[in-house]
Each structure stands twice: as C-alpha cells, then as structure tokens.
C-alpha cells in the first residue's frame, strides 16, 4: 500500500509540474479565450445580429479583438478592440443602413473607441460601416465573426473597478523589451484568460422576430502576440495561436452531422447552415486546410452526401443520394419539398474526406434555424468528428511516430508551405508544455 501511495503521490506530482499549459480545445461551458460566432445576419428589411461579448471575470481585465468576416470569400470588413473590465459586457449591432447603403456596425458601449482616447457613448456612438468586398457576389449582408481574447491585466482589480485596460494595453512591454508592437510577443504574464463568453441576437424588425446564436467558445487558444486593431488578424495564423491552425482545424473537423428539420406550413422550414471559418476562399497565402488539401494549393469544396429520414425510421429511397458541394464560407440548405420528402425529421451529412486515407475531414461549425409562422427559432444539433482528423501532435495514438521533420505536418507524403514559415503547431512540438500529452517516473 506504501509502495501505491508513493507511486501515486508521484504521478500527482509529475502531472502537476509537467503541464502548466494545456491544449486547445472546444470549451463544454461556453467560456473560452476565442468566440466564433457562425452567423450574422444583416439585410435591408430590418434583420440586425446583436453581438455581445461578456468579461466573466470579476477580477481581471482583458482586451479582446472582434473581427467581422464576409460569408463567401472570408474577406476582412472590420476589426477593432473591446476594452473590458472586471464583469463587464459589451454589446454592438450589425445591420444595414439605407442612408448609408451599407452594413454598419453601431455600438454605445463604452468599451470601445469612437476615435483615439474617446470611448463610444449614447452621445457619442460607434458607427462604423464595413468595407465593400472586392468580389461582387460577396457582400456584407451575411458574415460570420470572431472574438480573440488578445492579452489580460494580470493585476487583478476589486470587483466593480470600472478600470478599462486601454492604457495598459498600449504601454504594455512586451517579452522582447518593445512596447505594444504588433506582432510583438506577449509576456507570458499577460497571456489571454478563458474568461469570455457571449451571444448573437438576431433579430427580423418586420416580425419582432429573434433567435439567440451562441457562439462557439475554445479553451486555450492563447493569443501570444500583442495584436492591434487595423491590422488582419487570422484565426491561428503564425504565432499568434498556442496551437496553431492545424490544432484549431483537428477540433473543428467533422465526419458526420445529423440536423433536425421541419417541411411543413404549420412548423416552417429549416435551413441548414454550415460555417467554414478557416477556410478563406479567394485570401490568397493563407495556410491550413483549405490551402494544403493539394498540392497546388488550390481552392476547395467540401463535399457531402445526405441520407434523409422522417420521424417514423423512414428515409429516402430515391439514389443517387443528394450530393451537394459547399465551395463557400457560410453555406445552407432549405428544407423544401423539391429537396425533402418528408413533413419532419432529420438528415445526416456525411462529409467527404479530402484524401483516399479518410482521415482529413473539413472543419465546420453546423447549426440549424427555423423560420416559420412560430417565429424564428434554432434546433439541436448533432456531430460526429473525423477519428483522426489532422496530424496534430497531441492527436498522435501509441504507435504512432511523430513527422521527422517537425517544421512541416504531413499531408498525404506531401507538404508545400503557403511561405515557407513553420506552422506554429509544429515549430515547437516537442517543447511546448501546451502540447505536453505524457510522463514517466521512476519511483526507487
């Protein structure tokens, strides 16, 4: 007994020391250091989307950077920084100004700037009108939109300090002795926190309509550079991410997604939406899934087949099975009696893996909203991920040797880097405690 309690004690002991960081991952609570949100929606007519990001700590302050995305090609069309403090929240509103002839985002939240040194106000609010896409087809009126927790004040403030971290974030000394450059790597003190979580309200005026969206929350992304607004920032790109793109890829892929559905007057229709948001069509040298999925780093389309089944265990029996190929960022499919048989029930989609080994399946964020004479509402969905999705080290089963060359994953035997940079998710495989899977001890 001795002997197993020495033993114990031991491993406790190893664990504890060896892994004072741990892996990226998809946040169970909600709560995280990055919120994807896959939709918004904004469109003459009076759809609006509410974004709300929520500091839920009541200690630290934090700075988060909110990124706005198109729906077809990923393009850039706003960013900007959120200064929060303890337990604060922020709110803002995507949606189509005619006097403009744009989308808009407009915020009287005093958490982000209006100009420098001004804080946006009822007085005074946050107006900003995202930028018009370089493809046509593109457009802002449908987009998805991410929040990175960029750095946390690691002097803890007295609950209820309304103490926004804007100068400390632009006088903050970084690791290499620079002051707030971008890029810049961050003192470890002030890595990011899993302390953000939030919403998206989106709303139809013409009906009163609305359907809260949440967003998809991941633990341990860790920012590690000092960030800025007015410059692109990436989901994963270089060193920005503990992990990288691969480690966000691997937790978002998906073999299987099963999405419930109405097809009938009384309930409405559904639409199935699938959100890529590391795929950025049309961005050229960017890495990742998307780019490295060939050789030539072409783009791509995830394709999927779908298997259509009723409440009663029926299903289609019509082959060949509908197949579909989704070739943009945020693509959807309506339940319609051209397309589905049945009154309600579920379909499941079966992804197409990107090679003849069937291991790199696309990473996707599915959901579901219904829009009926009830209203607008959301549904459950259901996922199964790939069994082994990407080579990330951590995903690496006994057995199993890790790429002799460390600064390239293998893709199929075959490997071209979008510029020649190691991706961050290799570069310090071997070294990262975030990446730390394992221990031995020896006890005498």
Known sequence: MQRFLKLFVALLFAFMVATPAFAMNVSTSGQGDALIYPLYVALDGGWATKITVINTSEMFSTVAKLVVRSWKNSQELLDFLIFLSPADVWTGTLKYDPAKGAVVMESTDDSVLVEVGVFASAQNPMVKALVPTSDKSDNGFLGYVYVINAATNPAPNSPGVAGKPFNWYYSL?????????????????????????????????????????????????????????????????????????LRLEDLLAKRTVRLPYYNNDQKGHTFHFFTFPTKVTGQANRAGFWWDATANAARNCARATAKIFDLTEKFSVFSPAPVTDMCTEIFWVEALPSIIPFSEGWIRYS???????????????????????????SLQTIVDPGPFNRFSFVDFPVGVPAPANRDYAPFNGIRTPWDGTPDPAWANWDADPGLYTGFSVTVE
């Open 173 to 245: 000394v970084l690791a290499d002795g620079s002051v707030a450059r971008n890029n810049g790597p961050l003192p470890v003190a002030a890595y990011p926190r899993n302390i953000l979580a939030g919403y998206a309200d989106v709303s139809w005026a013409g009906t009163t309509d609305s359907f809260a969206l949440k967003p998809l929350a991941l633990n341990n992304y860790q920012n590690r550079v000092w960030i800025d607004a007015g410059q692109e920032t990436w989901l994963g790109y270089v060193n920005q991410s503990s992990m990288g793109l």
């Open 351 to 377: 992804l197409a893996s990107v090679n003849n080994a069937g291991r790199f399946y696309p990473p996707v964020i599915p959901f579901v909203v219904n829009v009926g004479p009830q209203g607008l509402f």
